[in-house]
């Protein structure tokens, strides 16, 4: 079973960038046909997907976020990370890393880390 766990800074200040990473454990990041997403849900709203990096390393992203956010991986680790740049208080949330897959010309995600509770306050 796909198994993923985000890690990263609970506490981080207005304008600097957050990092967070996802270690994917029981399937491999490049396995065919799958992507790997990060997901937020701020206080009182719905979930926010944010970007993804498919299994070829190609990368997908929220055009809400203008351009603050990045996707990386390491496959030697089998692990992807979000950086999200010039936070302020309003990216407060809980962020979620899951895999995803394609049926038809809609994505699902079938597997979800716990998420981390992120704070952007100084």
């Known amino acids: 079973q796909v198994q993923l766990q985000e890690s990263g800074p609970g506490l981080v200040k207005p304008s600097q960038t957050l990092s967070l990473t996802c270690i994917v454990s029981?399937?491999?990041?490049?396995?065919?046909?799958?992507?790997w997403s990060w997901i937020r849900q701020s206080p009182g709203k719905g979930l926010e997907w944010m970007g993804a990096i498919t299994y070829s390393g190609i990368t997908y992203y929220s055009p809400s976020l203008k351009s603050r956010n990045s996707i990386s991986r390491d496959t030697s680790k089998n692990q992807f990370t979000l950086q999200l740049s010039s936070v302020t208080p309003e990216d407060t949330a809980v962020y979620y890393c899951?895999?995803?897959?394609?049926?038809?010309?809609?994505?699902?995600?079938?597997?979800w880390g716990q998420g981390t509770q992120v704070t952007v306050s100084s």
């Open positions: 899951a895999r995803e897959f394609a049926q038809g010309s809609e994505w699902y995600d079938d597997y």
């Open positions: 029981g399937g491999s990041i490049t396995t065919t046909s799958y992507g």
